[in-house]
């Protein structure tokens, strides 16, 4: 059963660009969720979603941050006109349920903003 | 709301000391408690967690117990390995929406 699946693994992007990152989440999955840290920092809670819907977007950054999970393919994670607060690394989480079950994380993506 | 407090790091130890990193947290309801673990370049990875108050869980000989009366979900270990170098966190959920809490992570270094 393969994990939870990110790409691309790092990403550079110069200031202005689009970011678009990627979760595929575990098999059987239907709950994931998006987290941010930036260095030297804990993980933050960003957004909570299900399939077609989002459930909990109060970490996510008013503007220019978005998230979809789709009824086919995996969940986007949306940043445009990238800036350099930006740069982190993205790590996505899924579950089978919510409600206190165990969340399996992925490798995460870096992102580099220029 | 909901917070986790970690103590700080670095820490380093010698190969075979004994353990412990402490974690408070705040809730208003009766959460989840985690201990998660990071490897150099890669996600976390479950290292154990307890569901409910006097609740132990353990792990490749970590242990951590849920104390309600002192909110607290420190992690032990009995003897550490050069292995064992990695950043850890502490986090709860609170059973409703689901969403992670994590504490600032604290860095353990283990000499040989």
């Known amino acids: 059963n393969a994990g939870v699946m990110q790409n691309p693994r790092h990403l550079v992007r110069r200031r202005g660009q689009e970011a678009r990152l990627r979760c595929s989440p575990m098999?059987?999955?239907?709950?994931v969720y998006w987290y941010r840290q930036l260095p030297e920092e804990g993980l933050k809670f960003m957004v909570y979603?299900?399939?077609?819907?989002?459930?909990?977007e109060s970490g996510m950054p008013k503007e220019r941050f978005s998230a979809e999970f789709p009824k086919e393919g995996p969940s986007i994670l949306r940043i445009q006109q990238v800036v350099r607060g930006d740069s982190a690394a993205y790590f996505c989480?899924?579950?089978?349920?919510?409600?206190?079950?165990?969340?399996?994380f992925g490798p995460g993506t870096r992102l580099l903003v220029l | 709301g909901d917070s986790v407090t970690q103590m700080e790091g670095p820490v380093t130890l010698s190969e075979e000391a004994f353990l412990t990193i402490n974690c408070t947290y705040t809730?208003?309801?009766?959460?989840?408690l985690f201990w998660y673990v990071q490897y150099p370049g890669e996600g976390l990875q479950l290292l154990l967690k307890?569901?409910?108050?006097?609740d132990k869980g353990s792990n490749k000989g970590f242990e951590a117990t849920y104390r309600k009366e002192t909110t607290s979900f420190h992690l032990e270990k009995g003897s550490v390995q050069v292995s064992d170098s990695a950043v850890y966190f502490c986090?709860?959920?609170?059973?409703?929406?689901?969403?992670?809490?994590f504490g600032q992570g604290t860095e353990l270094s283990v000499k040989p």
């Open positions: 989480a899924s579950s089978p349920r919510d409600l206190g079950e165990t969340q399996y």
């Open positions: 098999k059987g999955h239907s709950h």
């Open positions: 979603l299900q399939k077609e819907n989002i459930i909990d």
């Open positions: 809730a208003t309801g009766y959460p989840s």
């Open positions: 307890a569901t409910k108050a006097d």
């Open positions: 986090a709860l959920s609170d059973n409703q929406g689901g969403k992670l809490i």
